[in-house]
């Protein structure tokens, strides 16, 4: 099936909608349960701002977890079954877009944050993606990612970037087709960030307590001052 494309993504993603919301909203996954979902609600309120966009938000628990805590709380995923279920669940607005979409100007307004959790999976769409959003980020943003931790997620394949099959491992017979993703090494994800006009600001790494490994990496990134004077530039040129 190589080379991997973000179809495959969207099918395997598409397929599991209904599987995948019952594992989130039943608490099955014992890593978001410990220790992952309190990290990135914490990460975002630290900031603490008025408007955040979950990009690949799945079927929207984490807008929920934000509705009562931040006065503008949006979501966006490519799967329309996922976000059926979100908009049904509430808690915001949900819209249906790809990255690639996104960055095609598919959503209107600026949001005080910008997260992805758990939902960078691909190549090209997430380079895509984060070229777009500093253009979907209000001055002095924050762009937060939480992602699987690289020296966890390696397991006994080489060190370098490259895709990778998926897997369902842990997960129970109904889940079917796993996503292929783009593994990305730390000083790629760093490198990443930067080439497209992002300083980090914060690098943390949540440890979960019963394996005391990293549960996760997460990303804090402001728009440097360069890339902001960079969209200015081009926003008053038009
Ligand atoms: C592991 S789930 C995480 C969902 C949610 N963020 C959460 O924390 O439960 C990954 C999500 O990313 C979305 N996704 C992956 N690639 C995407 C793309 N190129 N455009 C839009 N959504 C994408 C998938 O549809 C899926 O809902």
């Known amino acids: 099936m190589y080379p991997f494309s973000d179809e495959q993504i969207f099918d395997s993603w598409s397929k599991n909608a209904c599987q995948w919301s019952e ?29 955040v966009l ?5 079927e929207g628990w984490l807008v ?7 006065a503008h709380v949006s979501g966006v995923d490519v799967v329309p079954g996922l976000i059926e279920r979100a908009q049904n669940a509430g808690g915001g607005s949900f819209y249906v877009a790809s990255y690639d979409e996104i960055a095609r100007g598919a959503l ?36 937060i990612v939480q992602t ?3 020296l966890v997620s390696c397991g006994n394949s080489p060190y370098q970037d490259g895709w990778r099959e998926g897997s369902w491992d842990g997960f129970g017979p109904d889940f079917t087709d796993p996503a292929p993703w783009y593994f990305r090494t730390l000083s790629s994800w760093v490198t990443l960030f930067q080439s497209s006009g992002f300083r980090l600001l914060e690098v943390s790494e949540p440890v979960h307590p019963k394996t005391h490994k990293p549960a996760s990496v997460i990303f ?3 728009v440097t001052a360069n890339n902001s004077l960079q969209l200015g530039a081009d926003v008053s040129a038009e």
């Open 23 to 51: 594992a989130v909203r039943k608490g099955k996954i014992e890593s978001r349960r410990l220790v992952t979902n309190d990290a990135i609600v914490e990460a975002i309120l630290k900031r603490p701002p008025q408007s």
């Open 54 to 58: 979950d990009v690949g938000c799945g």
């Open 64 to 70: 929920r977890e934000l509705a009562d805590k931040v």
């Open 108 to 143: 209107d307004g600026l949001s005080d944050v910008v997260v992805c959790n758990f939902s960078l999976l691909g190549k090209e769409s997430v380079e895509t993606l984060f070229k777009a959003v500093p253009s979907i980020l209000a001055p002095n943003g924050a762009f």
């Open 148 to 150: 699987l931790h690289p």
């Open 220 to 222: 804090i990134a402001e």
